[in-house]
């Protein structure tokens, strides 16, 4: 499989990264380890993203199992752990069972680090990210930004400090290797890269923020900043929550799937009369290339120049090939053209 430069790293990642979130709901032990005994033994995938706080939906019963899965699995594997960039996630404020809900407390950095590197039984994670920021921001295609969202610059630039200042400290203990952002803003992303060169501490190197056909906010402000800082942008949620497999053809929720269990009080804006009419018209592009849908969705989103690595997940391993598949499909300029106009006559539909 291709590979890119993951942000000023020096490592290369896979053009496709494999999302563990369901694993601990969705999927049990064994499912995830056949997952990733099929991408990276098999397929040759060498990028693993997870987070404290899967799997999701967050409930305290199951946080921290997908994390404790992944340990598993390396133990079975020990050789494997040196061809693996494993990334993980620093859990942001309001999950009540996790640290009181405090969220990203510079002084707790440490102990969500070692918590997780007991569970992924690791020494080490090679990027380690902010699940979300500690500021409200409007993420996940949400609009309307209130004045009431907004704190102090000094507040947010002494916070962003001591994150940096924490990270460093565990960089130096050698459990961290870089530092990643999500869920965040090119107001939020500048300020990161402009206080760690005033102050000397590390750089981010990444930001997994959400973008698929359907939600192309990341192309506004921050695709610029990927491109002229080479902060690369790991995307997620690239079928904006598998609506664009056509799976929800006319609103019907299929038994067990996502929006049938939790995603539509969750995550209301990928499922509506706008994203569906947007996935019928992709399903009849992506028939002219004799391809599925799906195919079409990941294939356009990895071939993204300031997209340094896809993330995908799945629930079965039917769906997983067909995700990694994806990576090796090249979309013709007609078709993107066509891509786009479609957008153009309803711009991004998955918000809210």
């Not at 407390?105 to 920021?133: G, V």
């Not at 391809?291 to 997940?313: C, E, K």
Request: with cysteine; glycine share 6%.
């Amino acid at each position: 499989m291709q590979t890119k430069q993951l942000g000023n790293t020096g490592l290369d990642v896979t053009k496709i990264c494999l999302g563990t979130m369901t694993w601990g709901y969705q999927n049990d032990e064994k499912d995830a380890h056949e997952q990733l005994n099929y991408a990276i033994n098999e397929c040759g995938i060498n990028f693993i993203d997870t987070a404290e706080l899967y799997a999701v939906p967050p409930m305290k019963e199951i946080q921290g199992l997908t994390e404790q899965y992944i340990g598993t699995w390396f133990a079975k594997n020990p050789w494997v752990r040196k061809k693996i960039i494993l990334a993980s996630k620093f859990v942001g404020p309001g999950i009540e069972w996790i640290r009181w809900g405090e969220g990203l407390n510079s002084l707790r950095m440490w102990e969500a680090i070692d918590a997780s590197l007991e569970r992924l039984q690791n020494d080490y994670i090679d990027l380690y990210q902010l699940h979300w920021p500690q500021r409200v921001v409007n993420k996940m295609g949400k609009m309307n930004y209130h004045e009431s969202m907004f704190t102090s610059r000094e507040e947010e630039e002494h916070h962003i400090i001591s994150i940096l200042q924490a990270f460093e400290t565990e960089r130096k203990a050698w459990k961290v290797w870089f530092l990643g952002l999500s869920n965040e803003t090119p107001w939020g992303t500048m300020k990161f890269l402009e206080l760690a060169r005033r102050e000397w501490l590390p750089e981010i190197q990444t930001v997994q923020n959400p973008y698929s056909l359907m939600q192309r906010q990341y192309e506004v402000g921050m695709a610029e900043i990927s491109m002229y800082e080479w902060v690369g942008c790991l995307a997620y949620s690239p079928l904006a929550g598998w609506v664009l497999t056509w799976k929800y053809k006319h609103g019907i929720l299929p038994e067990g799937s996502r929006y049938a269990l939790w995603g539509k009080s969750r995550q209301p804006q990928n499922l509506n009369a706008r994203s569906l009419k947007f996935v019928e018209n992709m399903e009849k592009i992506a028939r002219k290339m004799e391809i599925s849908v799906t195919t079409l969705a990941l294939a356009w989103v990895s071939d993204r120049t300031f997209v340094h690595s896809n993330i995908i997940w799945a629930t079965t391993l039917e769906q997983l090939r067909e995700n990694i598949a994806s990576a090796e499909v090249v979309i013709p300029e007609e078709i993107r053209k066509e891509i786009d106009n479609v957008f153009a006559q309803s711009p991004n539909p998955a918000t809210f």
